[in-house]
């Protein structure tokens, strides 16, 4: 599902959520490499985070094109579950680009993680010290997914070199 079938709203809710978990991720490493400094602004983005990742959650489960991107991300329809398949498998007909099959479920699997780790942080700030091992660990595992988002993006939007045949040249 595109983001053009988004409302202004559910395009601000995700701009929100991709920047404020971003902030996230770089505050929370700089935090655990000693740099107690930053400490305040994650607490105050983290909060930030947890509002806009509820929005998404909102659009998600409210609007048709949210319950379609749902469907996509979460695999519960049988063309996304099909599409990831096909990539996986590299069957003819996969599409090339990777937002449509791999890189779904990394979406999907980010929003969950996200959230997570966004009502931990939560619960940390209300002074329950006992779960920071679950959020740095979950935290850990959002940056991976980050990541691999990342180079899916890349992939799809890297220019590709198109073979000239002879006829084209």
Known sequence: MATSCR?????FVLLGSVLTVTLQLI???LLAMGDTSIYA???????????FLAGEWVWL????????TAARIFLLSVESRHQLHRQLHREA???KSLRDGLDAPVE???LI????????????????????PWH????????FLWLLHLVFSIHDHWPRRVRRTEEQA
Request: charged letters at 10%.
């Open 93 to 95: 007909g996969a599409s």
């Open 41 to 51: 602004f994650h607490i105050a983005d983290g909060l930030t985070a947890a509002g």
């Open 7 to 11: 409302a202004r709203w559910a395009l």
């Open 108 to 110: 999907g699997l980010f």
């Open 61 to 68: 489960l409210s609007s048709t094109p949210g319950r379609q």
């Open 27 to 29: 505050s929370g490493f």
């Open 136 to 143: 740095r660990t979950i935290a850990e595992i959002l940056l």
């Open 113 to 132: 993680f996200a959230s997570i780790t966004a009502c931990i942080g939560i619960l940390l700030w209300q002074n329950h010290g006992g779960f920071l």
